[in-house]
């Protein structure tokens, strides 16, 4: 069974999608997809390497073409990507500008990445709930977000929301944990 989890920022997402996975079966696999850029980024990775530790997660290091990670591992184990949110700023922002193509190229591998791997959680932010106006490229992120969101809200068999703490259920069923 395939899961898309999304909500607020800091309010259980991961914890929650790491005890799907691992109920998931074996093997395990935490695909980690933030490329850090600063110290709030390395102080996350450490905190979210601290909370896996003992579950028997192989981490799989994947920030960008998302479905390399496939080929070193075991298409029928289970599957944690945590977080579409940092792939999607990964791959749209670059070196050399903004990559528009960015959001549609995800969509379409995370996707075929849930097609050949069924028992995979997919972790993502919900960030579209406040009335801000941001700049051209804050918007196009968010609508990016939004529209690969969206693609995996189908694709996925249960789609949950996790609010300080609580999940609600959006499609299919909660899963056993």
């Not at 980024?41 to 192989?58: L, N, P, T």
């Not at 990559?99 to 097609?115: Q, S």
């Not at 990016?144 to 259920?169: F, K, M, N, S, W």
Request: charged share 25%; aromatic share 8%.
């Amino acid at each position: 069974m395939s899961t898309f989890i999304s909500g607020g920022c800091k309010n259980g997402k991961s914890f929650y999608a790491q005890r799907i996975a691992k109920a998931a079966g074996t093997p395990l696999y935490y695909v980690a997809t933030m490329i850090p850029r600063d110290r709030e980024d390395d102080a996350r990775i450490v905190r979210h390497r601290q909370e896996r530790a003992g579950w028997g997660f192989e981490t799989l290091e994947c920030g960008a073409d998302i479905l390399s990670c496939l080929d070193r591992a075991d298409p029928a184990g289970a599957f944690l990507l945590d977080s579409v949110t940092a792939l999607l700023s990964n791959e749209m922002f670059t070196d050399t500008g903004m990559n528009p193509g960015a959001p549609e190229k995800i969509a379409r591998e995370l996707t075929e990445f849930v097609r050949r791997a069924p028992r995979t959680v997919l972790v993502s932010d919900y960030i579209y709930s406040d009335a801000n106006l941001y700049d051209d490229w804050t918007e196009a992120y968010r609508r990016g977000l939004a529209r690969i969101d969206r693609a995996l809200a189908a694709a996925c068999d249960d789609v949950l929301e996790v609010v300080h703490g609580q999940v609600i259920v959006h499609k299919g069923v909660m899963p056993c944990v």
